[in-house]
């Protein structure tokens, strides 16, 4: 995708409430999460055209990805439910290269499935996604006051189910949904409100 060409879709498409989303940018050790924008679709479109990046996401995702998949990504789903209010997504910065998307980290009031993320496989496996992690885990305890947060993620998953235990989540749920690669065994891990404050102290 060209500069020229995604400048000029994001200009046709664009709508008076398609600008900055009126929650913040969060920040962590070495990471800018910036609230995700329809002109981030440029730099999402490569990254998410990766296998290793969307195998084990939701089987909605279209593989292979569609040429424009990643602005009608955002303009038909992301940004309409940030306007609306029932998910928050932000994209992934490093703080010394703050104009670089690297990966994405959403919230979403869905039963079963509140928190998703994905990250470029250049900076997987450097612990950066946990760091995001803690950042919105925060947002959404301390800043949405929700009571329980569930993560679900393939059995298959083996490094979002780490990360999970690390956060001191409970296995919930187990049986099977249909990924990016087919249908596999699934979990619901959990952690309660009461449960995270437990372990900021």
């Known amino acids: 995708m060209t500069n020229e060409a995604a400048t000029g879709t994001i200009g046709r498409y664009a709508s008076p409430w398609i600008a900055r ?42 593989w292979p990805c569609p040429a424009d998949g990643a ?17 928050w ?6 703080l010394d290269e703050p104009e670089e998307v690297i990966g994405v980290v959403s919230l979403m009031d869905t039963p079963g499935n509140n928190r998703g993320f994905w990250i470029a496989p250049a900076w997987q496996r450097q612990g950066l996604m946990s760091e995001a992690c803690v950042a919105v885990n925060r947002y959404w305890f301390e800043v949405l006051q929700r009571p329980l947060m569930q993560v679900p993620k393939a059995v298959d998953n083996i490094a979002s189910q780490r990360l999970s235990m690390r956060e001191g989540m409970r296995l919930m749920e187990t049986g099977e949904s249909d990924y990016v690669c087919g249908r596999l065994p699934s979990q619901i891990w959990a952690l309660s409100r009461e449960e995270w404050l437990n372990r900021q102290t």
């Open 89 to 94: 997504h932000w994209t992934l910065r490093l």
């Open 21 to 62: 989303m009126p929650f913040p940018s969060l920040h962590t050790p070495r990471l800018l999460l910036q609230p995700l924008q329809l002109a981030d679709a440029e730099q999402i479109q490569p990254l998410f055209a990766q296998w290793e990046v969307v195998r084990y996401l939701n089987a909605q995702v279209p």
């Open 71 to 87: 602005l009608r990504y955002l303009r038909d789903v992301a940004l309409p439910a940030m306007a609306a209010g029932t998910e």
